[in-house]
């Protein structure tokens, strides 16, 4: 389902847009979340008879919902664009399955024009499924 708001604020589009609706974003904190539906395209090969969301989605779901927080707040120009350039500290925790909701909570680490480095992690309920690190390179699409 399209949400205009988080369109407007991210380039993602389905289907790979994995967030669904900005809870919080200030300075302290950016709290997002996005239900993964049985529709998601990775299910029907990650593995069609246990499907679980792989791994790198999770990180992907946490640093869209960083960067979303970001422009919400007015921290990146509507032109950035933000890339993954590059992840640390990963772990996981649990598997995050067909119809279960995420919520990503993030803490920007260190955010200036050409980068953005957050910590964030990523629950169903109060369960930890995902922690992660990672750093952002920002600029237009002529610049990078």
């Not at 996005?34 to 989605?57: L, N």
């Not at 350039?85 to 649990?94: G, H, I």
């Not at 910590?119 to 990672?134: M, N, S, T």
Request: proline share 5%; charged share 30%.
């Amino acid at each position: 389902m399209s949400n205009p708001e988080i369109e407007a604020l991210l380039p993602h589009r389905s289907p790979f847009l994995f967030v669904d609706e900005i809870l919080q974003a200030d300075d302290k904190k950016i709290i997002a979340r996005h239900v993964f539906t049985e529709e998601e395209f990775f299910f029907k090969g990650h593995f069609p008879e246990y499907p679980v969301v792989p791994g790198v989605i999770l990180i992907e779901t946490m640093a869209q919902s960083g960067g979303a927080g970001l422009r919400k707040q007015g921290v990146l120009g509507g032109d950035a664009l933000f890339f993954l350039a590059s992840v640390d500290k990963v772990k996981f925790r649990r598997q995050v399955r067909p119809g279960e909701e995420v919520r990503s909570e993030i803490e920007n680490l260190r955010v200036s024009a050409k980068m953005i480095k957050q910590a964030g992690k990523a629950y169903v309920g109060d369960e930890l499924a995902a922690e992660a690190e990672w750093l952002c390179l920002v600029g237009s699409k002529d610049s990078l």
